[in-house]
């Protein structure tokens, strides 16, 4: 199975950009939807965005991000991005890449990265 490895976190004051980067350890086109979880101390893990198997146009985003954050795919490197801009410190959390072979929505029987950290300062 495809395995992952996120990366790009780090500390930014609030306003400021990171990417998020996903490798995988195998081409996911037409093979994995894709998404973006974050989970915050104390909290539920969150959907952030999911993009669909084709890694086209269907792309879906938490109600909290939407106009900050933009996932895409570059399938020549077999990576997905999280392009965060705006940030708040609302958004401090750990980020997660998720893939799923089912692509049903239930992302937590996906393949799971190891997370990075992610933390805005007011």
């Known amino acids: 199975q495809v395995q992952l490895v996120e990366s790009g976190g780090g500390s930014v004051q609030a306003g400021g950009s990171l990417r998020l980067s996903c490798a995988a350890s195998?081409?996911?086109?037409?093979?994995?939807?894709m998404a973006w979880f974050r989970q915050a101390p104390g909290k539920e893990r969150e959907g952030v965005a999911t993009v669909d198997i084709y890694g086209s146009t269907n792309y879906v985003y938490a109600e909290s991000v939407k106009g900050r954050f933009t996932i895409s795919q570059d399938n020549s490197k077999n990576t997905l991005y999280l392009q965060m801009n705006g940030l708040k410190p609302e958004d401090t959390a750990t980020y997660y890449c998720?893939?799923?072979?089912?692509?049903?929505?239930?992302?937590?029987?996906?393949?799971w990265g190891q997370g990075t950290q992610v933390t805005v300062s007011s």
């Open positions: 195998e081409n996911t086109y037409r093979r994995y939807c």
């Open positions: 998720v893939a799923d072979t089912e692509c049903t929505g239930n992302w937590y029987s996906g393949i």
